[in-house]
């Protein structure tokens, strides 16, 4: 914003009178009826014309100026305002003419000035006014105004939906997204509003041809038959009087009206209307020459004016003479720009297709069949669009990363209620949803079972009902769990995510987050950047989403990373480091009430592990008999399932050496199972060992 600008708007916004310029209009606008039925003297009548002409002349230079519609738009009730007002005035005027012969200095001057002094000359203009103003200006404006408002809102889907993929893209903020989708709903408002109040100018100029003949019968009537005039006298004082005041009000009305078409024609402008006359009247100079060469034959024709059109000619000759060579110039630096980089482009890249280009791939992906198309097709009511924006707000606060944007594509060799999630081009997740209807699950406490078709939640492969609409309301209080298809797939992408983040992180989203810590915490970047590369914090942060323990707070995990790195560079090492830095944060996710039960393991299974301990170039390993291993695993599926049925979290408890070593045993089997050593438990914790396991019952 300008700084004139700038400064105009905080004078107004301080001015004492701004904090009450609501009520200031409110005031006007009952002063406007109460004209209409009191009489005013005639110099306040003379005062409010002026008024009512200079108001007329800021809204018409104001809608010259603006470079955007809804910069102006108060202007359809400003309009209505405007219009009560002139007509007020209109009745005002006609009382003082009928009752005093007298309406002021304003419409005097109009009547006698302005039509200089001629019945005829004074109503031949006021009758040409009223022609241009109804059938050329309000008429056009008018069906502009209907045109405009109908494709308005006739575009608002697309519009919409070009701002859902923006964001969904990351082209756009939220923050952006909803600014515009403000004014698309602003300028729907808008031109709905304008092809009403169009009306207003078009019954303001029947209004005041229809007012003017009744003043001019009254008149005569008054005059004749009251005041004793010959009908002459009166047919000269009152047509003079009323002419004079139907230009006062005709004027104003067609910068009214003018100013109306403007605003309605815009809708295509970026610039002002003063701006936009002249960029585009001076885009060909051929245009001007062709115009001053046409002026200058007409001035050489006898019979015509030489004068006027040999200096217009000459004017057009002379801009046009400039503008070709303006235009030559930079037309010249333009294609010496042009043909640079060209040539640079030519240069770094070959001119047939890249087959590397094939070779490109996304890292999330959602492929659905095309049954499930209306859930993200915004203009049938489908919202995944927007809940997948707020997952990957929800996983940045979550995980402390940013997921990368998730490409949906129809897949015809799907089921049509069939849907894929790929992460790097490979399968990850899969499910089915049946339109038209809900997912209903059991949370443990439904006091009343409900019909409806089998299925496994897909997420977390938990038993689920499909119902239909009609059967949503009876579930939900039955205690039922009911979810719309939308979050269904939501929640499964949500799950994927928090499974997969490990592999989601690239390089390049690390070098971005430590970037952005660097923002407000140079140092610790400053002294872990000469230690580790990219490669080993990604290697470390990988192994903590793998465990699901967020690394949003990043400067304080680099700062563990820093201290760790001075013993060695050894990633496991490393992680092990960063997690005993992070205990309240791992903790506080499995602590209920104060307390945790944990799983723990038997003290001669203990012993023998850390026997088993060996050193490798990925980190410690367990090297244990695979019968043993057999046993274990065993052990440990009968204690999951105990635990879970008892609606538990299975969390083993083990000594700081073997905590990650068991972790790489028993992941492929147990992927969710929480595994922290003794160090991990932060201190005030009551602990309670539900079972132990072992190599035996």
């Not at 100029?205 to 038959?225: E, P, S």
């Not at 005041?245 to 009214?256: K, N, T």
Request: net charge negative; with cysteine; hydrophobic share 45%.
């Amino acid at each position: 914003m300008p700084p004139s600008l700038q400064s105009a708007k905080d004078l107004i916004h301080n001015n004492p009178f701004s904090k009450h310029r609501d009520a200031a209009v409110i005031f006007g606008i009952v002063c406007i009826v109460l004209i209409m039925v009191i009489p005013i003297p005639t110099i306040l009548l003379d005062i409010l014309l002026t008024c009512m002409i200079g108001i007329a002349l800021l809204v018409l230079m104001t809608s010259m100026v603006i470079d955007n519609v809804l910069d102006f738009s108060v202007y359809p009730g400003m309009l209505l305002v405007v219009t009560l007002f002139r007509l007020a005035l209109n009745i005002a005027s006609t009382r003082l003419i009928l009752s005093q012969g007298d309406a002021g200095q304003v419409i005097a001057a109009f009547g006698n000035y302005v039509t200089a002094g001629n019945l005829i000359v004074g109503t031949i203009m006021f009758l040409i006014l009223v022609i241009i103003q109804f059938v050329v200006i309000t008429k056009g404006s008018t069906r502009i105004a209907e045109v405009a408002a109908r494709f308005t809102l006739d575009a608002m889907p697309g519009k919409q939906m070009a701002i859902d993929a923006d964001l969904n893209a990351g082209h756009i903020t939220e923050e952006e997204a909803k600014i515009r989708r403000e004014n698309i709903s602003r300028e729907a408002d808008f031109y709905g509003a304008m092809d009403g109040a169009s009306k207003f100018v078009r019954g303001d100029a029947v209004a005041g041809l229809i007012i003017t003949g009744i003043n001019i019968i009254g008149g005569i009537v008054l005059g004749v038959f009251m005041q004793d005039m010959e009908v002459m006298e009166a047919l000269e004082t009152f047509t003079k009087l009323t002419i004079g005041d139907g230009l006062v009000s005709q004027i104003p009305a067609l910068m009214i009206s003018t100013s109306s078409g403007i605003i309605v024609t815009r809708a295509a402008s970026k610039n002002n209307l003063g701006a936009e006359l002249i960029s585009q009247f001076s885009q060909s100079s051929k245009a001007l020459a062709i115009s001053a060469f046409v002026m200058c034959i007409l001035g050489i024709v006898p019979g015509m004016p030489t004068v006027p059109f040999l200096a217009i000619g000459l004017l057009l000759a002379f801009t046009s003479y400039r503008m070709a060579f303006g235009v030559k110039d930079k037309q010249e630096k333009e294609d010496e720009e042009k043909a640079k980089k060209a040539a640079e482009e030519a240069a770094a890249q070959p001119k047939e297709e890249k087959i590397e280009d094939y070779l490109l791939v996304d890292q999330m992906e959602l492929e659905i069949g095309y049954g499930l198309i209306p859930l993200v097709d915004v203009n049938q009511g489908g919202d995944l669009l927007e809940r997948i924006t707020m997952l990957r707000r929800q996983m940045a606060g979550e995980l402390g990363m940013i997921v990368p944007p998730i490409r949906i594509r129809d897949n015809i060799q799907l089921q049509p209620n069939e849907y894929l999630i790929k992460i790097k081009g490979n399968d990850v997740g899969k499910g089915e949803l049946m339109m038209g209807s809900y997912l209903a699950m059991n949370p443990g406490n439904v006091s009343q079972k409900i019909p409806g078709i089998k299925t496994k939640e897909p997420a977390f492969n938990l038993d689920a009902l499909w119902i239909t609409e009609s059967q949503k309301e009876a579930a939900e209080l039955a205690g039922y769990t009911v979810v719309e298809l939308p979050a269904v797939l939501a929640t499964h992408l949500t799950e994927i995510i928090r499974r997969y983040a490990s592999e989601i992180l690239m390089r390049q989203d690390v070098k971005s987050l430590i970037e952005n810590v660097k923002k407000n915490s140079p140092a610790v970047v400053d002294e872990v950047a000469p230690i580790l590369s990219i490669g080993e914090i990604q290697q470390v942060l990988c192994m903590l989403l793998q465990e699901r323990i967020s690394i949003r707070d990043l400067a304080s995990i680099l700062e563990l990373m820093a201290n760790a790195a001075k013993m060695s560079k050894d990633p496991v090492f490393i992680n092990e480091q960063v997690r005993l830095g992070l205990t309240r944060q791992i903790c506080k996710q499995y602590v209920n009430d104060g307390q945790m039960s944990v799983i723990a393991i038997a003290p001669d299974l203990e012993q023998m592990l850390e026997a088993s301990l060996q050193s490798t170039n990925r980190g410690p390993r367990l090297v244990i008999r695979p019968d043993l291993v057999g046993r274990i695993l065993e052990r440990m599926d009968a204690i999951q399932t105990k635990v879970q049925a008892m609606g538990e979290q299975p969390i083993i408890i083990c000594s700081p050496n073997v905590r990650y070593p068991l972790k790489k045993l028993l992941e492929s089997n147990f992927p969710n199972l929480v595994i922290l050593s003794y160090s991990e438990i932060v201190a005030g914790i009551n602990i309670t060992v539900s079972e132990t396991l072992g190599t035996h019952e």
